[in-house]
């Protein structure tokens, strides 16, 4: 076991920190709904979801854990709970604060509580049993670890730290195929020997990153195959795995390897990142896992396309910042509603718009 490794939380930390933070997120819920409770035409709706979230915050808060439906369950079953409490509870925060910039639509809240309300009722006590597992995980864990050289170790944490500054300062904005997630849940997790990024909405993933330290065995190639197979059909995964080198037969592989909806890079020491410069995939999401830092977000693009065009339509801005068609709809819907930009024919078949000019203050003297 290193020495450095941080200690590993116990089922009960676990479980009281995401009680901390989701009965936070329902009171700032309940912020945000006395606010839409205002504006809205059928209040009565928001303060029945109001109230079922306040007796959420005081379930989710027993000592006992007498609302809690399921008592016995496995180890991965208990993380897999954990983490979809606190995923629905993010998500719960995102879309009502979303629902303060646009048309209330009370059956996505109403969804969204509901959801709430399973993963509360489906968490699991942190039994005897459970906890028995949790250490035998830890035991595979440290096994694992040990087994990376302490020098590679080191450079291996270098190239995570990276990537780790890099997806806090930037988010992808673009699938590849030109639809806009900027919108989404942009998450990433560091753990010791990998990181794990995602981009996630309510009811669908469809982007995860993941970098990690792998061992050079002889049945690599049959389990990228095998990773690759399990991707669902229009979702993204992009996995990169890090050693100090990688020998030709894996290096070929990865230089030759296409898939419709995995990515598969290698980063060695000496090269670099390795993948298949010949796919458009491979390198529309390149950036995520390379050593460059710099890159131009899309406000910035759409900040110099609105200061060199008068008006412009969907095709035209489209042409300009690498969405699809869809997409630039998406996005110009959510420049209206944050007043970025105007529409100048309301409704035509092929609308036109324009830079909403900047609201003049007027100075009052005191």
């Known amino acids: 076991m290193q020495d450095n490794a941080p200690e590993k939380k116990t089922l009960e930390n676990i479980q009281n920190e995401n009680t901390e933070s989701v009965v936070k997120n329902i009171e700032l819920s309940d912020i945000i ?5 205002r504006i809205f035409e059928k209040p009565h709706e928001l303060r029945k979801l109001r109230k079922k979230l306040s007796t959420l915050s005081l379930e989710i808060q027993d000592k006992n854990l007498t609302a809690f439906k399921k008592k016995t369950s496995s180890y991965d079953s208990f993380i897999t709970a954990e983490n979809q409490l606190k995923q629905a ?10 629902q ?8 996505i809240i109403s969804i969204l509580v509901n959801t709430l309300d399973n993963c509360v009722n ?3 006590i942190p039994t005897n049993e459970l906890i028995n597992q949790s250490r035998t995980s830890t035991n595979k864990e440290e096994s694992y670890t040990g ?3 302490g020098d590679l170790r080191n450079e291996l944490h270098l190239y995570l730290n990276m990537l780790r500054t890099k997806y806090s300062k930037n988010r ?3 699938l590849f195929g030109g639809d806009y997630t900027g919108d989404l849940n942009w998450k990433y997790i560091q753990e010791q020997d990998n990181i794990k990024a995602k981009l996630s909405s309510l009811l669908d993933v469809p982007l995860v990153l993941e970098t990690r330290y792998q061992h050079k065995d002889v049945q690599l190639i049959e389990q990228i195959q095998q990773d690759s197979n399990k991707v669902k059909k229009g979702r993204h995964k992009c996995l990169c795995l890090f050693n100090r080198s990688w020998d030709e037969e894996i290096k070929d592989f990865t230089l030759r390897f296409v898939h419709p909806d995995f990515v598969l890079y290698l980063y060695d020491l000496d090269e670099g990142l390795i993948f298949n410069k010949e796919n458009e995939m491979a390198q529309h999401y390149a950036y995520w896992f390379n ?3 710099g890159k131009q977000k899309l406000d910035e693009i759409i900040e110099s396309f609105l200061i060199s065009h008068e008006h412009f339509t969907v095709q035209e801005l489209k042409d300009v910042i690498g969405l699809n068609y869809k997409g630039t709809e998406k996005l110009i819907k959510i420049l209206l509603r944050k007043g970025t930009i105007l529409d100048v024919t309301f409704g035509e078949k092929n609308p036109k718009f324009i830079k909403a000019k900047l609201k003049e203050t007027k100075n009052n003297d005191v």
């Not at 709904?33 to 409770?37: E, V």
């Not at 509870?89 to 979303?98: A, G, K, V």
């Open 291 to 293: 050593a460059e830092h």
């Open 147 to 149: 087994l990376i050289p």
């Open 122 to 124: 489906s968490r699991l």
């Open 100 to 107: 303060l910039n646009e048309d209330i639509d009370i059956k």
């Open 89 to 98: 509870s993010d998500e719960l925060i995102f879309r009502l604060e979303e």
């Open 33 to 37: 709904l006395d606010k839409l409770i």
């Open 172 to 174: 992808p904005e673009i």
